[in-house]
């Protein structure tokens, strides 16, 4: 009997079959459509479905499976290869091919291979290969957040496995601290489409690196099952991908603030920031408290030769406004007589292998993982949090190290997890594991009436309802400055609003001018915090000069000023999926001179920053799109769609507002606590 194509009608979708081969598209609501073999486990990734009825036709014609739903129309062929347009044009196509076979090579620079030396290439032995058709040259891709690299993500590859390295991040980087296996398309000029694949375990996306043809996901363990979201724009693409991972935290509007912080502050260092806060006019909201605060790094205790009173500290920092925040790392030093382990052990609430508790290397030395996922286990973890923020009095918790990060080689993949009921292993939680101990977290602030005051370094796509963020351990290079902009701006279309980087750098030296320039290039980015490495020159708003000093003030004053409109631009994002700090191309889908540009920044609809991030510049070229845009400082006007040569002196950025915008603002406010906040502005 002739085999064909054929399908079966579900309520919100079809099945198709071709012989044993079969592909399901299931409608989730008109912008989102499901396209599975067989659909990726949710105990552990959860997703949020608003289900809304699809009006669709479906019929098979000319040996194919045909469906139409509103402006979309797609095919099924035999290969069960989907083909769909838009209102007659080519929108999104999977891609078949004999060149889909992907062979890899070594590709790190080694001279004995280029003199002449062989390299044996290797059949990519994934389980699940997606490949998508790229249409033409000018087809852009953008999202994965925290990937050090430009906006636009076409011919790298990429890697989705949370991975702790502090050495210098570029473009060359595959993987980072977070795994966010989301892309928004743009082809055609002003199509887009976007595709979230819902797998925690590792996976590569090939964005045009392996051939001009097609991008592709690949995978040895997640199955063949992605969501496409369909939409006339990136705002309405982006609103239903934050509607299915979840929306971003609503955290409170003092994080919104100035955050200072530096491996390790001691006790002095802390009054010293405080009273030069005070004596310089330098607003400032939280000060962060790194790993030596602990007694031998272990969780959960506080030195008393590094700290006199930490709980007294609190208190009295509290009544200057400003916060104390503790670094929270989930290693658990393995000594018998620490309250913790001893609690976690009897719980038996630590990761397992071979039977045994599974240990490494950490900061406190020899070191177990707690198991998150376990109930018990959290639960006690949130009571221990809560027990421990109230006791001294905290602000909040930075969760550090958790990708996990391991001194002594990384986990193996058969370090094994469990819910209670099922056992899950190392490679399938790894990316997962900063998530739950960021909801672990969250848990000891909202079981008090509390908005959590929660960051986190290492996340997944669905991690942004339980934490704020940071990018990890970039260096004082201007080449992270350049690359903080399209950093923040991909992780806010990717759902994570309140981001940031370290300004000044994290490692290496930081030079005046660096500092300045980092500080207003990130003056409106959501998190905002100077944090500085351990045997690196101090980059304080004070520590340089007095030109430093006076310019610093300046930009902290203009910060504060506008956080009542960041604080509308984060409900927006918590109620509606809106990105705070984006590319110009959000708001300007048609523009084609905005598709690539990594050093503007729209931030909400009305607001456009545009700084100096390259050495020596006293100037720049600023392209403003449509309409009439003011220079916030000099008032001056100018038309859009048009470049201008704009003078920027070292104290000087470029903040343009749109015109006829009507911002909410403060006057002359040094910490975000409520007896301060007494006029509104317009």
Request: hydrophobic share 35%; aromatic share 14%; glycine share 6%.
């Amino acid at each position: 009997m002739e085999c064909k194509v054929h399908f079966c009608r579900m309520e919100n979708g079809v099945t198709v079959h071709y012989g044993k081969k079969e592909r399901t598209l299931e409608w989730i609501h008109e912008g989102l459509l499901r396209v599975y073999e067989k659909k990726n486990s949710e105990n552990l990734v959860h997703l949020n479905y608003r289900r809304g009825p699809v009006d669709f036709r479906a019929w098979e014609e000319n040996g194919q499976v045909m469906m139409t739903a509103g402006a979309y129309a797609i095919v099924v062929d035999e290969n069960l290869v989907l083909h769909i347009t838009k209102d007659g044009r080519e929108y999104f196509e999977e891609y078949e091919g004999r060149d889909t076979m992907i062979y890899e090579t070594d590709k790190e620079f080694d001279l004995a291979k280029l003199e002449g030396h062989t390299t044996a290439e290797s059949l990519a032995d994934f389980k699940t290969q997606i490949n998508v058709c790229l249409f033409d040259d000018r087809d852009r891709l953008y999202g994965l957040g925290d990937k050090a690299a430009h906006l636009n993500r076409r011919d790298y590859e990429y890697i989705s496995w949370n991975t702790d390295d502090p050495t210098e991040h570029n473009e060359t980087y595959k993987s980072l601290y977070k795994s966010i296996n989301y892309l928004l398309v743009n082809h055609h000029g002003t199509e887009y489409y976007g595709m979230f694949y819902p797998s925690s375990y590792k996976c590569v996306f090939n964005l045009g690196r392996y051939s001009k043809k097609f991008f592709y996901i690949g995978s040895k363990q997640g199955e063949y099952d992605y969501f496409l979201f369909l939409g006339d724009s990136p705002k309405e693409i982006t609103a239903n991908y934050t509607e299915l991972v979840g929306r971003p935290l609503f955290t409170t509007r003092k994080m919104l603030g100035y955050h200072q912080s530096r491996w390790s502050y001691d006790e002095k260092e802390m009054q010293e920031i405080r009273a030069k806060s005070k004596e310089y006019g330098l607003p400032l909201d939280y000060i962060h408290l790194d790993i030596d605060y602990m007694d031998h790094y272990k969780v959960y205790t506080v030195s008393d030769s590094y700290l006199s009173d930490l709980r007294a500290l609190s208190e009295n920092f509290a009544e200057d406004g400003i916060g104390l925040i503790t670094i929270m790392d989930p290693a658990v030093k393995a000594e018998e007589g620490y309250p913790l382990y001893d609690e976690l052990t009897k719980q038996g609430g630590f990761a397992k292998k071979d039977g045994e508790d599974y240990i490494n290397l950490v900061w406190p030395g020899e070191s177990k993982y707690p198991d998150y996922f376990k109930p018990d286990a959290a639960a006690y973890l949130t009571k221990v949090t809560k027990e421990f923020v109230k006791k001294y009095r905290l602000e909040g918790i930075w969760c550090d190290m958790n990708e996990p990060a391991s001194f002594r080689g990384p986990l193996p993949d058969d370090v094994e997890f469990s819910d209670g009921t099922n056992t899950y292993y190392h490679d399938e939680v790894h990316n997962l594991y900063a998530e739950y101990m960021a909801r672990c977290v969250a848990a000891a602030f909202e079981e008090e009436n509390r908005r959590p005051t929660v960051i986190t370094r290492a996340a997944f796509a669905t991690t942004s309802p339980f934490t704020t963020s940071w990018n990890g351990d970039n260096q004082s290079l201007w080449e992270h400055l350049g690359v903080s902009l399209p950093q923040v701006m991909t992780m806010n279309l990717c759902g994570f609003a309140v981001n940031g980087v370290d300004i000044g750098g994290f490692g290496n030296e930081a030079t005046k001018e660096l500092v300045i320039r980092w500080l207003e290039a990130n003056v409106f980015s959501p998190f905002f915090r100077n944090h500085s490495a351990k045997n690196t020159r101090y980059q304080e708003p004070y520590a340089f000069d007095e030109e430093t000093l006076r310019i610093y003030r300046k930009f902290l004053q203009l910060r504060y000023d506008f956080l009542p409109y960041l604080y509308d631009l984060l409900r927006g994002a918590n109620a509606e999926g809106v990105p705070m700090y984006r590319p110009l191309f959000y708001d300007y889908p048609a523009d084609e001179r905005v598709k690539e540009l990594n050093d503007e920044v729209m931030v909400g609809s009305y607001v456009l920053l545009a700084p100096v991030v390259r050495q020596g510049e006293r100037s720049r070229l600023v392209y403003l799109p449509e309409g009439s845009w003011i220079d916030y400082f000099t008032g001056k006007e100018y038309q859009g769609g048009q470049e201008y040569i704009v003078p920027m002196s070292l104290a000087e950025t470029g903040v343009f507002v749109k015109a006829g915008t009507m911002l909410p603002m403060f006057r002359n406010v040094c910490h975000i606590r409520k007896q301060d906040l007494t006029t509104l502005h317009l």
